[in-house]
């Protein structure tokens, strides 16, 4: 029953991640950014952005329109406002009459700066949310493509349990069956924190770092074999989840065989590349008797070292070269 029921929650998180990835609602941007909607109705603030990209108005306040971006977020800061103040009535409404494009999702203004009364005529007239913000245009420019490159960014979804451990993102993978939930729950229960289990939808924030997350309907749950599906902000509290993280680490469970051989220095550096970034990887062989949720602290503690500049393989080896050296010697 437990295994169809997250079937069902799978096929529905599936649907949810295809429509999330390809646009977000005027409104996300407003509750996200607590934008004041100056002129605005629920379908306006249902027109959907598709582009992570903003423009500022510049040749198109003189009449200049023949490579207008459209489809953009339109900001208007100080500049643009007194420039449109030059401007008489009859030509600003012409040229506000082609910025407020049908394509266009939302005109945003910074500084809460007062804007004339054609600008609100123009947003009624072609049902355009006219938003306004206090922050200043650099930094709210800033905030917005941020919150549009994340949400608008290409997402796939891989099997494993994403959890914070002592502030380092670790990706727990392995064949199914093999503990990574149950795994999963001894970390929480050590005050670690979980972002996701059984489906990880990562994306690629920028040329180095990939994000990990919960799909929506799959948040802060946690599926135990013969106990079921436990929400785990609830049992363990809000400081046993949180909602995204960069994946900076993958462990990889392999059931443990002696026909295999296994890294027993830790000099075997390898990656995995998750949506074009590489992330780094160890193997951990799973055997009857080894504590994983203790191993993975002391991998994540030691791979925080290592990034520090304190490698225990690099002593252990420059250790034996000296004792090699000294044997020589005598």
Request: net charge neutral; charged share 25%; glycine share 6%.
């Amino acid at each position: 029953m437990v295994a169809f029921l997250k079937q069902i929650l799978i096929r529905a998180s599936s649907e949810e991640l295809s429509s999330l990835s390809g646009f977000v609602r005027v409104s996300d941007l407003v509750k996200k950014l607590n934008l004041e909607v100056m002129v605005g109705d629920e379908n306006s603030l249902r027109r959907k952005i598709k582009t992570s990209n903003i423009s500022r108005p510049g040749l198109e306040l003189t009449g200049y329109f023949q490579y207008y971006s459209s489809e953009r977020v339109q900001m208007f800061g100080r500049k643009e406002i007194i420039f449109m103040e030059q401007v008489d009535s009859k030509n600003k409404l012409k040229i506000l009459r082609k910025i407020f494009h049908e394509n266009t999702p939302a005109i945003v203004i910074s500084r809460d700066l007062e804007c004339s009364e054609e600008f609100v005529q123009i947003a009624k007239e072609s049902k355009i949310s006219l938003l306004r913000s206090p922050l200043k245009t650099s930094r709210l420019s800033g905030m917005i493509v941020s919150f549009l490159a994340d949400r608008l960014a290409e997402r796939i979804s891989i099997h494993g349990v994403l959890l914070d451990v002592y502030g380092l993102g670790v990706l727990i993978q392995g064949d199914s069956g093999i503990g990574k939930s149950e795994t999963g729950l001894e970390l929480i229960k050590l005050g670690h924190r979980l972002i996701a289990d059984d489906r990880v939808d990562v994306y690629q924030k920028d040329e180095f770092t990939v994000i990990g997350e919960a799909p929506e309907i799959l948040k802060h749950l946690l599926e135990i074999r013969g106990v079921g599906i436990i929400d785990v902000m609830h049992l363990f509290g809000a400081s046993a989840v949180r909602s995204s993280m960069q994946i900076q680490l993958t462990i990889y469970l392999d059931q443990w065989s002696k026909e295999k051989s296994y890294d027993r220095l830790g000099s075997e550096a390898t990656v995995v590349p998750l949506v074009n970034v590489n992330v780094p990887q160890i193997q951990i062989p799973v055997k009857t008797g080894r504590n994983l949720s203790t191993i993975i602290e002391a991998a994540a503690m030691n791979f925080r070292a290592r990034s520090m500049g304190f490698d225990a393989t690099e002593t252990f080896s420059q250790r034996l070269s000296n004792l090699i050296l000294e044997n020589s010697e005598d």
